[in-house]
């Protein structure tokens, strides 16, 4: 989870106030609902751009 309705996480990092945006995920990735759903199409779909 990079980016969160377009915008970059260390951009909403510094706009809450955290210390990092390493804690920012750390602290909302709970609330993100599915985001494992369909990494696996996602992924697949890169290693086939990169081939």
């Known amino acids: ?3 969160t309705y377009g915008e970059n996480i260390k951009t909403v990092s510094v706009l809450i106030g955290h210390a990092s945006s ?3 995920l750390d602290l909302y ?4 609902p599915n985001t494992g759903i369909g990494i696996d199409k996602r992924y ?5 751009a990169a081939a």
């Open 1 to 3: 989870m990079k980016e």
């Open 44 to 48: 697949m779909s890169f290693l086939r």
């Open 29 to 32: 990735a709970a609330y993100v």
């Open 22 to 24: 390493a804690y920012t």
